[in-house]
Nanobody, 129 residues
């Protein structure tokens, strides 16, 4: 079993920055994907970013609404994935979830929440105008 715990959410003014962290524990995989999704009230869960590992290589994917502002990265020694969020907008307000897939994903599956096997409980990000 894999456990994921998100942290780093909070309240920030438009134009500000936050860095979310997701620490994983439990079973690990040599090839896998880690993703960030978000869900605003009354809306469907939306893909934000993902990083896929296939042996010694990795690739990143970003949602169109966050390209150029958000960056996903990992610290494998700490079993942690980060989401650096810059130039935040009020429309970025949502609960942010991290997720792990047992398989390395590529488009289009990497953006589909159904492709991920494990989920954290989420962290709230609120961007004020």
């Amino acid at each position: 079993q894999v456990q994921l715990v998100e942290s780093g959410g909070g309240l920030v003014q438009a134009g500000g920055s936050l860095r979310l962290s997701c620490t994983t524990s439990g079973r690990t995989f040599s090839t896998y994907s880690m993703g960030w999704f978000r869900q605003a009230p009354g809306k469907e869960r939306e893909f934000v970013a993902a990083i896929s590992f296939l042996w010694n290589s990795s690739s990143t994917t970003y949602g169109d609404s966050v390209k150029g502002r958000l960056t996903i990265s990992t610290d494998n020694a700490k079993n942690t994935v980060y989401l650096q969020m810059n130039s935040l907008k009020p429309e970025d307000t949502a609960v942010y979830y991290c997720a792990v897939s047992r398989l390395p994903l590529a488009a289009p599956s990497v953006t589909d929440p159904r492709a991920y096997n494990y989920w954290g409980r989420g962290t709230q990000v609120t961007v004020s105008s």
